[in-house]
Every structure is written in structure tokens, then in C-alpha cells.
């Protein structure tokens, strides 16, 4: 019998996407509609289980699957806080699904620094990654551990700040909390079980890794655009590596500010984007390329 690789990938959610346009974009294709919690590629001997993306890491753990698209966040949650994740490893950062655990309190409270979480309770749905990072910062504080709408617990009374994913703050902002503090980036990630795999799946994996870093890298370029004061732009294009030269146009009626236009990869610009508000840039706007001929 041919050995078939086995891949566990959500089944709807904010994963489910990205892992199968990841998968297609690899070459695999899927016969449609054929099974709710299998699909077999018709191509390649790959087998994707479709479950709940919590359910993952155990799926691989155990050996029901070779390996799992999940998100990092609760790959690092089982990791630290279960003997079973502590099996499993990342093969590959796959750079969807992209947001960030942060620490969160009430606006204009007297929590604004982890320091002051110290005798004070925080809720969260990542007891684990959180009861870490408070340690790791000397940081004595009760978990409240929540599964859904953690956002609510400060104004319930029910913890004093909570930590939480936040993409873009809105909901933070609706509840009349600010984040203060960074615990984990995260993203979308390929693991595997550290011990005893399957040569033959893993040969099959290494295939379809190799074509997944080709697809990760094109999906990360990006064109981004932004205005910049004319005296800051040698710093505003220094911090643009891995574009060639921008281009600089002219902005209509103003003398002060020009717009920049440039080629760059996402990651590169991530990093820098905080310094390169911090050098004036103003309307900073990053666009997928869809094709290129470079
Ligand atoms: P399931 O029903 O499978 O348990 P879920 O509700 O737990 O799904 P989703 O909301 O689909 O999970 O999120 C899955 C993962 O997507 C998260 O664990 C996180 O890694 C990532 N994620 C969360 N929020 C966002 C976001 N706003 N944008 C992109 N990715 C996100
Ligand atoms: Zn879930």
C-alpha cells in the first residue's frame, strides 16, 4: 500500500482558507464535496482531515495525522501547558492567519504596565502561554481562564485585564479596553510530531514544504505606498530593504510631502512599520501583487 500523507487543517474558521489555498497553491487538488471530515488529493497521495482547529495538535500528537496547519498561538498554548504538545514541533511558518496575544485593560485605569498586573486576576483563553509570560516577568497574578468573549471580563468585574488575540483593536476599543503589552505574534504553522514519524510521509511533506516556501515567499511581497515629509525621505527609504528604488511622486499643491511608492516583502515591512511612522510617514498602504514579472 502507498503510504498517503496525512495533514489536519480546520474545517471553517479563520484558518480553514488560508490552509487549503495554501494546499492548492502547492499543486494538490481536491474533488469537491465528497466528504465532511475527509479529502484526498487526486493528484498526490495526501489525505487532509478536516476538524476543529483546537483539536489539532492531538490529531498529530497521537498520530492520527503526520502533520497540522494551526494557528501559533494554540500550538504554543498546548506546548506549554499539556505533555502531549510538548511532542510536537513547527516544520514550517506558513505566514497567514497572522495576528497577535496581546495584554489588555481598561482605558485610563491604573493598569499600564505588566508590573501592575502583580495581586490582580486577567482572563484569557491561552492560561498557559499567559501563566508563562507573567512568570517570565516576575509577575505574580490569578488566571481567569475563559473560551469565548474574554473581552467582557473587565467590565463584568470578573479579572482586571485579560489577554487576548487582537487583529485590528476594534474589539478592544468597543470595550473600552487598550492593550499594553505584546505576549505573542502569531501566525499560521506546519507542526509534526519531534519523534517517530513516517519517512515516507515526511519525503512526501518535504515536497510539498519545498513548494509551500516558494508560494509563502511570492504572497509575502507586497507594494506598498505612502506619503513621506520631503526631509525625511532618505530615512523613510532606508527602511525599506528589499525594495529596489522607490518611486517618488509629486504630491498636488504640496511641497512638504511626497508620495512612495515601492516593491517589498511583507515581513520586511511588518518589522519596520512602527519605525517608519515614527519617521513621518502618513498613509501607509500595503497592496497584494497578484503577478510579476521582476
Ligand atoms: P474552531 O471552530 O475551529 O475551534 P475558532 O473559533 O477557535 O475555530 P478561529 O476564530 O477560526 O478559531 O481562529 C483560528 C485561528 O486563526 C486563531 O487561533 C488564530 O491563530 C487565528 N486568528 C485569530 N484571529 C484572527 C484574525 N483576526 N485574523 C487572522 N487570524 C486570526
Ligand atoms: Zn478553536
Wanted: contains cysteine; proline residues 3%; charged residues 25%.
Amino acid at each position: 500500500m502507498v503510504t498517503r500523507l496525512r495533514i489536519a487543517v480546520q474545517s471553517k474558521g479563520r484558518l480553514a482558507e488560508g490552509g487549503m489555498d495554501l494546499l492548492k497553491n502547492c499543486g494538490l487538488r481536491f474533488a469537491y464535496g465528497r466528504d465532511k471530515l475527509h479529502q484526498s488529493a487526486e493528484n498526490m497521495p495526501v489525505d487532509l482531515m478536516l476538524v476543529r482547529d483546537d483539536d489539532i495538535p492531538n490529531f498529530v500528537a497521537s498520530g492520527a495525522c503526520d502533520y497540522g496547519i494551526v494557528g501559533e498561538n494554540v500550538f504554543r498554548e498546548e506546548q506549554l501547558g499539556s505533555r502531549r504538545g510538548k511532542e510536537l514541533e513547527i516544520a514550517l511558518r506558513l505566514g497567514f492567519s497572522k495576528c497577535t496575544l496581546k495584554l489588555a485593560a481598561p482605558k485610563g485605569g491604573a493598569i499600564t504596565s505588566v508590573a501592575d498586573l502583580d495581586g490582580k486576576a486577567v482572563a484569557t483563553s491561552y492560561p498557559a502561554i499567559t501563566a508563562d509570560y507573567l512568570e517570565r516577568n516576575g509577575v505574580k497574578a490569578e488566571i481567569v481562564e475563559m473560551h469565548g468573549s474574554v473581552e467582557v471580563a473587565p467590565r463584568l468585574n470578573i479579572a482586571d485585564a485579560i489577554c487576548d488575540l487582537v487583529s485590528s483593536g476594534a474589539t478592544l476599543e468597543a470595550n473600552g479596553l487598550a492593550a499594553f503589552e505584546t505576549v505573542l505574534v502569531s501566525e499560521a504553522v506546519l507542526v509534526r510530531r519531534k519523534e517517530s514519524r513516517s519517512g515516507e510521509a515526511d519525503a512526501i511533506a518535504e515536497i510539498l514544504m519545498r513548494r509551500a516556501q516558494g508560494v509563502i515567499a511570492s504572497a509575502q511581497t507586497k507594494y506598498i505606498m505612502l506619503n513621506a515629509p520631503t526631509d525625511r525621505l532618505d530615512a523613510i527609504k532606508a527602511l525599506l530593504p528589499g525594495s529596489d528604488a522607490p518611486t517618488v511622486a509629486q504630491i498636488a499643491g504640496r511641497d512638504d510631502v511626497v508620495a512612495l511608492h515601492a516593491v517589498c516583502r511583507e515581513r520586511v515591512f511588518w518589522e519596520t512599520l512602527e519605525a517608519l511612522e515614527a519617521e513621518g510617514a502618513r498613509a501607509i498602504l500595503v497592496l497584494p501583487i497578484e503577478k510579476m514579472l521582476a
